[in-house]
């Protein structure tokens, strides 16, 4: 079987640990690459770009052709979402509290939970009207200067952003992106440094015609860059027919 001399203990040991080493469990593939290929590639040093695809493609196999590979290298990863909600206003509290799998597991870091009671503006809106951007980014940095929050995170600090917007009796239905891009603009400088710090974004709307607009932001640091959870980080794609697409082949 393809990837028997992979799953020892040793390897067990890391996978199953709360915070894998992946400079041992890297050292520890290629030795069994080695052992069941008759190989003898260097774990400790710097390998050749055909050695690393060629154990890329080894281990892509064991993925496929190994029983107990799924349950070692994918986790998972319990999330409570509301099956059945009391009201509207429960559904949107456990939706807003969503705990993200991805970027929580990798940073282990506690989200903040920000509710600010405003209505939405659209990017289209802020940008014909500059006076309602500036009352609408002026009223979130006062709300927001009350809850004492401002400079949560600084300028590099990498993050994960889940928002909810709720569109009550106020307002019309809004693009989502449009309301992202908006309030976005607005946290930036107060809540978190720079927008370009965000690697994880989650968007959701709720609509209602009994409650005033209101917006949550759930926000927590992200590793997801970090690639601390990748064996070899390099990129191997099999792209077949599909070539690169080049925007300036389809301007008129």
């Known amino acids: 079987m393809?990837?028997?001399?992979l799953f020892n203990d040793a390897l067990l040991h890391?996978?199953?640990?709360?915070?894998?080493?992946?400079?041992?469990?890297?050292?520890?593939?290629?030795?069994?690459?080695?052992?069941?290929?008759?190989?003898?590639?260097?774990?400790?040093?710097?390998?050749?770009?055909?050695?690393?695809?060629?154990?890329?493609?080894?281990?892509?196999?064991?993925?496929?052709?190994n029983p107990y590979s799924p349950f070692l290298f994918y986790e998972k990863y319990p999330v409570l979402l509301p099956f059945i909600s009391s009201t509207l206003s429960s559904k949107i509290s456990s939706l807003s509290?969503?705990?993200?799998?991805?970027?929580?597991?990798?940073?282990?870091s506690i989200a903040r939970i920000i509710t600010i009671r405003i209505s939405a503006i659209s990017k289209q809106s802020?940008?014909?009207?500059?006076?309602?951007?500036?009352?609408?980014?002026?009223?979130?940095?006062?709300?927001?200067?009350?809850?004492?929050?401002?400079?949560?995170?600084?300028?590099?600090?990498?993050?994960?952003?889940?928002?909810?917007?709720?569109?009550?009796?106020?307002n019309r239905d809004k693009d989502l992106d449009n309301m992202a891009k908006a309030l976005l603009?607005?946290?930036?400088?107060?809540?978190?440094?720079?927008?370009?710090d965000i690697d994880h974004l989650s968007l959701m709307k709720i609509k209602t015609v009994e409650d005033d607009d209101?917006?949550?932001?759930?926000?927590?640091?992200?590793?997801?860059?970090q690639q601390n959870d990748?064996?070899?980080n390099s990129m191997h794609h099999v792209w077949g027919e599909?070539?690169?697409?080049?925007?300036?082949?389809?301007m008129q």
């Open 2 to 5: 393809t990837g028997e001399k």
């Open 14 to 65: 890391e996978l199953k640990s709360d915070f894998p080493d992946i400079r041992s469990i890297r050292k520890l593939v290629i030795e069994a690459y080695n052992s069941e290929n008759s190989t003898n590639i260097d774990c400790e040093n710097i390998i050749t770009c055909e050695e690393e695809k060629e154990i890329v493609k080894w281990l892509n196999q064991v993925h496929m052709n």
């Open 97 to 108: 509290q969503f705990h993200c799998p991805i970027c929580s597991r990798r940073n282990n």
């Open 126 to 170: 802020a940008a014909s009207e500059p006076k309602k951007r500036k009352a609408f980014e002026k009223a979130i940095k006062y709300r927001l200067g009350n809850l004492q929050t401002q400079h949560t995170f600084q300028r590099g600090d990498k993050l994960c952003i889940h928002i909810v917007f709720i569109l009550g009796k106020q």
């Open 185 to 196: 603009d607005a946290l930036k400088g107060v809540l978190f440094g720079d927008d370009m």
């Open 214 to 225: 209101f917006v949550t932001v759930n926000i927590r640091g992200s590793a997801l860059n």
């Open 230 to 232: 990748v064996i070899f």
């Open 242 to 250: 599909r070539s690169l697409l080049d925007i300036k082949d389809f």
